[in-house]
């Protein structure tokens, strides 16, 4: 079940694209599919599709991708309306319908020192962004005394699972594990990957209990949050900036407990890394989650951090 899940997922992932496309992605085999994490197309190349050794094309015969390929893919993500799109291709990505997310490169149009919008694309990048409904329940049980839960951060390298584990905490908390409260969680999901926002609706579940900031930079979304929804959780993915770390370090004074992702590969990495000493220092954070993957399967490690 969880593979026919999972290449039903990249089969409406493909539907994004052209025929042509589409066909050339139907000479995988469904076991591909399955563990296809993104489709990319770049000009000049071949697409390819990124599993988890590597990337590969569908078939050595496979088309080239031209450049007018890639506008017609914009245009269409963009329902023939790029004007109305132009923010979010400033941010390099679109999102779609269904929770895909298509990563953009071209020529940034920069105004006021600002990127406003890309024109004559280069490469895409289509995410195939899964649900793992489930993987975080024994996890917050290891983590959780009682009905409290400390602020907790989850750690792996690029690709390792961050956010399919955050997005299914998220919703384990929002709609209460077994014998639990459900609780009010506030997402600060600032690149569009754990709810997937399209026109208002979250298109990956997070739970019947959670508020999302789509597209708002963490540190202004956790305030805002703050004042207008009165988290008991606040979720977010990727800390990556100083300002990131001292909006963190302010709403944990409020008592919201803290959830979110961070590049490493474990707490030692983590202890190295300047950036980030002031959060454990602060002691934001009292537990965390290492995700490991070991002949093909991912392992989490639950850490204390005090």
């Not at 699972?161 to 506030?186: F, H, N, W």
Request: neutral net charge; hydrophobic residues 40%.
């Amino acid at each position: 079940m969880e593979q026919h899940s999972a290449v039903a997922r990249f089969r409406q992932a493909a539907e994004l694209l052209e025929g042509k496309w589409q066909r050339e992605l139907r000479r995988l085999s469904e076991e591909q599919m399955a563990r296809c994490e993104e489709i990319r197309l770049r000009a000049g190349r071949q697409m390819t599709v990124l599993l988890p050794e590597g990337e590969m094309a569908p078939d050595a015969d496979s088309p080239v991708v031209t450049h007018q390929d890639l506008e017609r893919l914009c245009d269409m993500l963009t329902a023939y309306s790029r004007y109305a799109s132009a923010d979010a291709m400033g941010r390099g990505y679109l999102q779609t319908k269904g929770g895909f997310r298509v990563g953009l490169c071209g020529t940034a149009v920069l105004r006021e020192g600002s990127v406003a919008n890309l024109r004559d694309i280069s490469s895409a990048s289509l995410r195939i962004g899964r649900e793992v409904r489930g993987v975080a329940a024994p996890v917050l049980r290891e983590m959780m005394d009682g009905d409290l839960l400390g602020g907790t951060l989850l750690l792996s390298g690029p690709g390792g699972g961050k956010t399919t584990l955050l997005r299914d905490m998220i919703r384990c908390l929002s709609d209460g594990l077994e014998g639990q409260k459900p609780m009010r969680v506030a997402l600060a999901d600032e690149r569009g990957e754990i709810a997937a926002m399209y026109q208002g609706l979250p298109q990956l579940d997070v739970g019947a209990h959670t508020d999302v900031l789509d597209g708002c930079p963490k540190a202004m979304a956790i305030p805002m949050l703050l004042r207008s929804m009165n988290p008991q959780v606040l979720a977010m993915d990727e800390i990556t900036e100083t300002e990131d770390i001292r909006a963190i370090v302010s709403a944990a004074n409020c008592g919201v407990t803290m959830l979110a992702t961070i590049h490493a590969a474990d707490v030692a990495e983590l202890q190295r890394k300047p950036l980030f000493r002031r959060l454990l220092q602060a002691k934001v954070f009292t537990k965390a989650v290492v995700i490991q993957r070991r002949e093909g399967r991912r392992h989490y490690l639950v850490e204390d951090l005090a």
